[in-house]
């Protein structure tokens, strides 16, 4: 029997909703066997997700989804099998966190000049762990009434060009995979198809990410469209990156895909666990 892998996933110790056993439990109801917890620029519920993955069958690979800014734009690193207690890597995530912080306390600012009062402390009430994520934000702006969908919450108020979009600046690309590999950790590079990006500056981005120590590529994701699979594999063939697949649930509501709901990788690429 094939082993089914999900490897992008998010708890409430980020912006997911679920504990790490409540996901790890769901992921075994699932038939998930290996199942990586990568939260947003922290690694806290790692431990609690190993203790309740020791309890069941399944294998829990620790990670992280780091936030980092290559070309103006955000791009996420998904490290697989880091070591949590790594001081690099755990410093690197802290001065991310300080980011969020003060963006977060400007994203408020900014809409309560829009008229939306509240939000920076609706937004906190709702965050159960130690990051600020615009997903809160985005909850909050549902609550309130402002939005009937956190997708609606997003393009009104949150994305570029909105009122409440605040410009990050997140770990350079080659520093955020340096993290990583200073953890024992493998850079995966997140959802490519989320950027949007042209045919030339994915090339580019796939470039940099390889010379800087990147390994593997999120082939198939819960965060990109299925359609874009066969393009992805053939450019993890042509830069020599291995491939991945994570759903990047964050939780039982909308519009998350289902934990190890996706198809298997297709073939032709080599699977980010050949060597595990
Ligand atoms: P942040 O890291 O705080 O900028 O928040 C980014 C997170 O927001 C992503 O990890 C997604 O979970 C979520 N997100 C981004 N865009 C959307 C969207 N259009 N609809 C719903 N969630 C989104
Ligand atoms: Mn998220
Ligand atoms: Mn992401
Ligand atoms: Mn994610």
Redesign the pocket.
């Known amino acids: 029997m094939k082993r089914r892998y999900d490897l992008h996933t998010h708890t409430l110790y980020s ?1 997911g909703t679920l504990t790490p056993g409540e996901l790890v439990r769901r992921a075994m109801d699932r038939r998930v066997d290996v199942l990586a917890l990568t939260d ?1 620029d922290v690694t806290d519920g790692i431990a609690q997700a190993q203790q309740a993955a020791a309890q069941t069958g399944m294998t829990l690979v620790p990670g992280v989804e780091v ?1 980092a800014t290559w070309a103006g734009r955000t791009v996420h690193i998904v490290g697989l099998h880091i070591d949590p207690a790594n001081a690099v890597l755990q410093a690197g995530l802290a001065g991310l966190r300080t980011h969020r912080a003060a963006r977060a306390q400007e994203i408020g600012r900014r809409l309560e000049k829009n008229g939306i009062a509240g939000a920076y402390q609706g937004a906190s009430a709702l965050a159960q762990g130690p990051i600020l ?3 809160h934000f ?1 909850r909050f702006l549902v609550d309130a009434g402002h939005a009937s969908d ?2 609606k919450a ?1 393009k009104k108020f949150l994305s570029a060009g909105a009122p409440g979009a605040v410009p990050s600046r997140w770990a350079p690309l080659d520093t955020a995979i340096a993290w990583i590999r200073a953890a024992g950790g493998q850079p995966v590079l997140a959802h490519p198809g989320r950027y949007q990006l042209g045919s030339g500056k994915l090339r580019r981005l796939l470039g940099e990410f390889k010379a800087g120590g990147g390994e593997a590529i999120e082939v198939l994701s819960g965060s990109q469209t299925l359609d874009l699979g066969q393009r992805l594999v053939r450019l993890a063939q042509e830069f020599d990156l291995l491939a991945s697949v994570g759903s990047d649930y ?1 939780g039982p509501e909308k ?1 998350w895909v289902e934990l190890g709901r996706l198809p298997a990788l297709p073939a032709g690429c080599t699977p980010v666990w050949h060597s595990w």
């Open positions: 912006d947003h936030s994520s615009r997903t985005a956190t997708g997003f964050h519009p």
